[in-house]
Nanobody, 124 residues
Framework: QVQLVESGGGLVQAGGSLRLSCAAS????????MGWFRQAPGKEREFVAA????????YYADSVKGRFTISRDNVKNTVYLQMNSLKPEDTAVYCC?????????????????WGQGTQVTVSS
C-alpha cells in the first residue's frame, strides 16, 4: 500500500514557476515508477511526466517538454515536479501517481495509487 500526498500548488502569474512535491508513505516507494497527471475543469485527466523507479529515465508530454522537470528522492520518499515558464493553459489539479512500471506510470488505466491532487492556477 502506498499513500501519496501532494503539496506546492498555488496561484502564479504566467511566466512564473512552482515546484510540486508528492510525499509517499510505505517502504516500497523506491520500487514504483512515478507520474504526474493533471485535470483541468471540463477536461479529461492527462499525463504530464513520469520517472522510473531509479530516476534514470524520464518522459514528458509534449505540452510541458522543456518547461517541466520531474525528479525523485528515494531517501525522502518524495517525487517533485518543477514547473517553469507557466502558462494559463497549465491551470489544473495536479495529481501524482505510482505504478509498477515506467510505461504504466504514463497511463491512467495502469496506475496503482493516486494522490488527492493540488490546485495550480496560472493567471494571464
Amino acid at each position: 500500500q502506498v499513500q501519496l500526498v501532494e503539496s506546492g500548488g498555488g496561484l502564479v502569474q504566467a511566466g512564473g514557476s512552482l515546484r510540486l512535491s508528492c510525499a509517499a508513505s510505505g517502504r516500497t516507494f523506491s520500487s514504483y515508477a512515478m507520474g504526474w497527471f493533471r485535470q483541468a475543469p471540463g477536461k479529461e485527466r492527462e499525463f504530464v511526466a513520469a520517472i522510473s523507479w531509479s530516476g534514470g529515465s524520464t518522459y514528458y508530454a509534449d505540452s510541458v517538454k522543456g518547461r517541466f522537470t520531474i525528479s525523485r528522492d528515494n531517501v525522502k520518499n518524495t517525487v517533485y515536479l518543477q514547473m517553469n515558464s507557466l502558462k494559463p493553459e497549465d491551470t489544473a489539479v495536479y495529481c501524482c501517481a505510482a505504478a509498477r512500471g515506467f510505461a504504466q506510470a504514463m497511463a491512467t488505466l495502469y496506475v496503482d495509487y493516486w494522490g488527492q491532487g493540488t490546485q495550480v492556477t496560472v493567471s494571464s
